[in-house]
């Protein structure tokens, strides 16, 4: 598997459910970030969590880290039909360069 | 305050033609960053800049990619001659400092090789 992957691929939800996706990387990281895409647009920043932070909350969005299992998880509450886009989790170590996931595809319906 | 821009948002060239990517990041970001993705893939870096100088071009594929920051303003990225392969969308970013600063992405360019 890829660094920073995310999953699922695709999720569908109502509006006004809770939206869920994860992420898992393989090497250790300075920092993990999320990004949305609207179709079409460029990649959005959404939240930046730091390896030595394990939660952290923006708005309707909470992000959790958990160094030792890897993994990340990007929590939407009470989606709304304007959150339908593709989610990203990129990783930053060492270095400067992300490295991102596939990504996962959000689908609120109305 | 104006965000990273892309010019131009498509281009759609022959197999063998040059096409060149601009590329305007936030006033006052040091580091300029070329990631691309192509199609069912990750993006995936390129190069970064910081300043005129490249810091690392270590995601560029070949040598039919190049790269320019003349004035450590905006950025140039040449494909010449461009390959099918090449199609995709190729994003800028830029960021005001290294390390764990959020990096601003662009709207992309769409890349079209036939």
């Known amino acids: 598997s890829q660094q920073g992957e995310e999953d699922p691929q695709a999720l569908s939800i109502q509006e006004g459910e809770n939206a869920t996706m994860n992420c898992s990387y393989k090497?250790?990281?300075?920092?993990l970030q999320w990004y949305r895409q609207n179709s079409g647009r460029g990649l959005v920043h959404l939240i930046l969590i730091r390896s030595n932070e394990r939660e952290k909350h923006s708005g309707r969005l909470r992000v959790t880290l958990d160094t030792s299992k890897k993994s990340s998880s990007l929590l939407i509450t009470a989606s709304r039909a304007a959150d339908t886009a593709s989610y990203f989790c990129?990783?930053?170590?060492?270095?400067?360069?992300?490295?991102f996931g596939k990504g996962t595809k959000l689908s609120v319906i109305p | 305050e104006a965000g990273v821009t892309q010019f131009p948002s498509h281009s759609v060239i022959e197999k063998g033609q040059t096409v060149t990517l601009r590329c305007d990041p936030i006033s006052g970001h040091d580091n300029l960053y070329w990631y691309r993705r192509v199609m069912g893939k990750e993006i995936k870096f390129l190069l970064h800049?910081?300043?005129?100088?490249?810091?690392?071009e270590s995601g560029m594929p070949n040598n039919r990619f190049l790269a320019e920051r003349t004035g450590g303003t905006y950025s140039t990225l040449k494909v010449q001659p461009a390959e099918l392969e090449d199609s995709g969308v190729y994003f800028c970013?830029?960021?005001?400092?290294?390390?764990?600063?959020?990096?601003?992405f662009g709207p992309g360019t769409r890349l079209t090789v036939l």
């Open positions: 970013a830029s960021s005001q400092v290294l390390g764990e600063n959020e990096q601003f």
């Open positions: 800049f910081v300043k005129e100088s490249k810091q690392d």
């Open positions: 090497t250790s990281i300075n920092n």
């Open positions: 990129a990783t930053a170590s060492g270095s400067y360069q992300l490295t």
